[in-house]
């Protein structure tokens, strides 16, 4: 089975500065894709960013970034210039093809505090 | 406007009871989703849909029935809520099967059973 692993219960970060959160995954499969979500308060569940697996270039999407070890099996996520605003819940989900549907595993997440 | 959206937002229900929690969504997404949230777990799969009338188990199938008898709504039911499905609910859709597909998400349904 498939597992997506956040070691990070919590994590802050002080305005302005830049937070690497951490996602570790175990997978047999080659082709997969990868997502950080956002979920702030408000409970909604917020695409940030995605990475193909067969890509070997970082997946960016303004100030955030993703470092992808494909061998590693590690998916962490970068926040550059951090913001009032980034303070939420952030899941790593992984995803592959099952033939019928394309199903996504998310770790237990990881809570970001944003301090002034 | 356009979008997924559940209700109700919030319920509260009795151990016992019948509760049906409602999705929808405006996109006309081939694929919807149920996960629930519970703290230490993230979000488990209960029950996925390929297209109207078809359904699948995911993860965590036991005491939930789903149906799709139109592409847009995709409902949950309890049959005879339990404790241990006190959780939040998200409903999600995407386009099409492929794995490289997004998945968006409804703002989740809070369940309390007493």
């Known amino acids: 089975a498939q597992t997506v692993t956040q070691s990070q219960p919590e994590m802050s970060v002080q305005e302005a500065e830049t937070v690497t959160l951490s996602c570790t995954y175990d997978?047999?499969?080659?082709?997969?894709?990868l997502f950080w979500y956002k979920q702030p308060p408000s409970r909604q569940m917020i695409l940030v960013i995605r990475?193909?697996?067969?890509?070997?270039q970082n997946a960016t999407e303004n100030r955030f970034s993703v470092n992808f070890q494909k061998a590693a099996k590690s998916f962490s996520l970068k926040i550059s210039d951090s913001q009032l605003g980034d303070a939420a819940m952030y899941f790593c989900?992984?995803?592959?093809?099952?033939?019928?549907?394309?199903?996504?595993?998310f770790g237990t997440g990881t809570r970001l505090q944003v301090t002034l | 406007d356009a979008g997924i959206t559940q209700s109700p937002r919030y319920k509260i229900t009795e151990t016992g009871r019948q509760v049906t929690l409602m999705c929808h969504q405006t996109?006309?997404?081939?694929?919807m989703f149920w996960y629930r949230q519970d703290l230490g777990h993230g979000l488990r799969l209960i029950y996925y849909?390929?297209?109207?009338?078809?359904?699948d188990k995911g993860e965590v199938p036991d005491g939930y029935v789903v149906s799709r008898s139109k592409t847009e709504n995709f409902p949950l039911t309890l049959e005879s809520a339990t404790r241990s499905q006190t959780s939040v609910y998200f409903c999600?859709?995407?386009?099409?099967?492929?794995?490289?597909?997004?998945?968006?998400f409804g703002p989740g349904t809070r369940l309390l059973v007493l």
């Open positions: 999600a859709s995407s386009d099409r099967f492929t794995y490289q597909e997004t998945q968006y």
């Open positions: 997978t047999s499969e080659s082709d997969y894709y």
């Open positions: 990475q193909e697996a067969y890509k070997q």
């Open positions: 989900a992984y995803r592959i093809d099952t033939g019928t549907a394309s199903k996504l595993t």
């Open positions: 996109w006309s997404h081939s694929y």
């Open positions: 849909s390929a297209a109207a009338d078809i359904t």
